[in-house]
């Protein structure tokens, strides 16, 4: 009867087990089929987990200290195929592209994966009530390879080698006609590196942090020019809303020529919208 009650307790704590075994939060690794998800405890304990200080934090904008993992370790042994990009998506929304050779450590710029240690949490982000963990994909001697703090993704829920954008979504290139140093095909690449983590153009895209750049109009049609560059610029000095997300473009991340390139590769999208 002893044995039977006993039998009866545990099966009754067996639901909270199974709950508290997935509370944890995982990180998932993608390469076509092959998807791998890794548990933060699992993380927070890898052979080449390191504590590191990164001295201008992108999304903290202070000096911080983690414990991470390089992400090059995270994805050795996987099959990486030729062309291909890094896609980090968060769970508020933002995608963000990632050149994937530096990021797996093909030059002096290294990505590490930080990892939020449940009992120690980090700060709240500037202006936010939440933290940039549980993950969040940090970099060391960025500025070497330009990488601007789009390709420092928080709340990271996945990371997946893919390929391009403009291989995905044919319907954000500009024309084939143009020549290799046209403005607006210089501008793709500076909205795919800058714009893309947060717009879609023309339903292209996964993000969903800010509408779509063309549908259904195109900023260069409501905006005046001198409007748009200090919109660009400044969002806060042109209106103001409530959950005002867009972040300013400063010169040191995007010079005045390439912002122009930005606003040509606008334009020329004005003409190309998709058909709904």
């Not at 791998?36 to 911080?64: F, K, N, Q, T």
């Not at 893309?196 to 005046?224: I, W």
């Not at 991340?253 to 606003?263: F, P």
């Amino acid at each position: 009867m002893k044995f039977a009650v006993l039998i009866a307790a545990l099966l009754a704590l067996l639901p909270g087990l199974a709950q508290a075994q997935t509370t944890e939060p995982t990180l998932i690794l993608q390469i076509g089929e092959r998807r791998v998800s890794i548990a933060r405890p699992a993380l927070l304990g890898h052979p080449a987990a390191r504590e590191i200080e990164i001295a201008a934090d992108a999304a903290y904008r202070r000096p911080m200290r983690y414990r991470a993992v390089p992400l090059a370790v995270l994805f050795a042994g996987f099959a990486i195929p030729a062309g291909a990009t890094l896609e980090g998506k968060a769970t508020d929304g933002f995608v963000a592209q990632i050149p994937l050779k530096p990021a797996l450590g093909q030059g002096s710029a290294q990505a590490l994966v930080a990892i939020e240690p449940a009992d120690a949490p980090w700060p709240a982000l500037p202006g936010k009530n939440v933290s940039a963990g549980p993950f969040y994909l940090v970099w060391l001697n960025e500025n070497s390879q330009g990488i601007g703090p789009e390709q420092w993704p928080y709340m990271l829920a996945s990371l997946s080698v893919v390929q391009p954008p403009a291989a995905r979504w044919p319907q954000i290139a500009v024309a084939a006609t143009l020549p290799p140093a046209a403005p607006a095909r210089l501008g793709q690449e500076l909205f795919v590196q800058h714009c893309f983590a947060c717009h879609r153009m023309n339903g292209g895209g996964e993000a969903s942090v800010g509408p779509d750049l063309n549908l259904p109009m195109n900023p260069t049609e409501y905006f005046q020019p001198q409007a748009l560059r200090r919109y660009l610029r400044d969002p806060a000095a042109v209106r103001s809303w409530p959950e005002q997300k867009m972040p300013p473009i400063p010169r040191e991340q995007v010079s005045d020529a390439e912002l122009g390139h930005l606003i040509a590769y606008l334009q020329h999208m004005a003409g190309r919208r998709a058909k709904n």
